[in-house]
């Protein structure tokens, strides 16, 4: 069943408040067994910008969906274009304090997994291990014809070569590596097929409008059932996608903490949401159990 895009969520007023001590947090993660799901809050500070939250994309951006990429060569081209242009700004793109916080905290052995919304990579960099990408990575092309993956670094290089100074200047940069363009910027930006079969390519994300791979969520809902508890990371929960697992917790009686400035679709669900952003609070977090952060986490912070 493909999901449709659910771009927009008001909050009811008779939602429970956030609070600003992170103490409930310290509690969850000091009992272990904690599995983590991260959305796009956790990479602003890295540069990367939300879809919903203060300033999000979302109010001047809407992202392509699986129909319109697979049904028209021009909404390809469009999209090829801005990708390009927006892979450098993810290609640069470092962890801030949130990520290394959640690394270390699976490095002493808190954690029972990590599942991440985002398709940035940079769980990873920051030493996590074991992360699934419920939606992908833009690390990766698939061919839609053969199935071929290829690096994405690899692509970038050929549309480099077939697109000899194409420089626009973007407006900004979404959390799916899409740059806004004109399409007088998008121009007649040549797109390149597979390698291999002269296929479709593809980046190995789930677009808007388009579902989960069985295999993964059913990998993640056994995540779930295993996990003592469920830790939220910057993600507003207005679709399905992440938001079945908070649900799930809910109902297996597993407690459910969310970290996130802004009401998020789950709070009903949680014990409760810590309003404050995600790089300071689980700095202090760690702070406050004793586990040291790896990197640069002071400078973060000014």
């Not at 002493?108 to 919304?117: A, E, Y």
């Not at 388009?210 to 679709?239: D, F, I, N």
Request: aromatic share 4%; hydrophobic share 35%.
């Amino acid at each position: 069943m493909r999901m449709r895009p659910t771009l927009s969520w008001t909050p009811p007023e008779d939602l429970p408040p956030g609070t600003g001590d992170p103490e409930p947090v310290v509690d969850t993660l000091s009992a272990g067994g904690v599995l983590v799901l991260s959305g796009a809050g956790i990479s602003t500070e890295s540069g990367i910008p939300d879809y919903r939250g203060e300033g999000g994309s979302l109010s001047r951006h809407t992202p392509m969906t699986y129909q319109d990429f697979t049904g028209s060569a021009r909404a390809r081209r469009r999209y090829w274009a801005r990708s390009h242009l927006g892979w450098r700004t993810f290609g640069r793109a470092l962890p801030n304090a949130g990520h290394r916080a959640v690394a270390a905290f699976g490095r002493h052995g808190l954690l029972s997994g990590v599942i991440t919304q985002n398709v940035d990579g940079l769980h990873q960099a920051a030493g996590s291990e074991g992360v699934v990408e419920l939606h992908g990575s833009l690390g990766r092309v698939v061919c839609l014809s053969c199935g071929a993956l290829t690096p994405r670094r690899e692509l970038a290089r050929r549309l480099e070569e077939a697109n000899a100074g194409f420089e626009p200047v973007a407006a900004g940069v979404n959390p799916d590596g899409d740059a806004d363009l004109t399409d007088e910027q998008v121009g007649d930006f040549r797109v390149v097929p597979c390698t291999a079969c002269g296929g479709i390519l593809k980046p190995d994300v789930v677009f808007f409008g388009e579902a989960v791979p069985p295999q993964r969520v059913e990998h993640c809902r056994r995540l779930v059932r295993e996990a003592t508890s469920l830790l939220v990371l910057g993600s507003s929960l207005t679709v399905m996608s992440g938001r079945r697992f908070v649900r799930q917790a809910a109902q297996d009686g597993k407690p459910v903490l969310i970290v996130n400035r802004d009401p998020t679709r789950g709070d009903r669900h949680a014990l409760t949401r810590v309003a404050l952003p995600l790089g300071p609070a689980l700095t202090t977090v760690a702070g406050r159990l004793d586990v040291p952060v790896e990197g640069p986490a002071a400078d973060d912070e000014k």
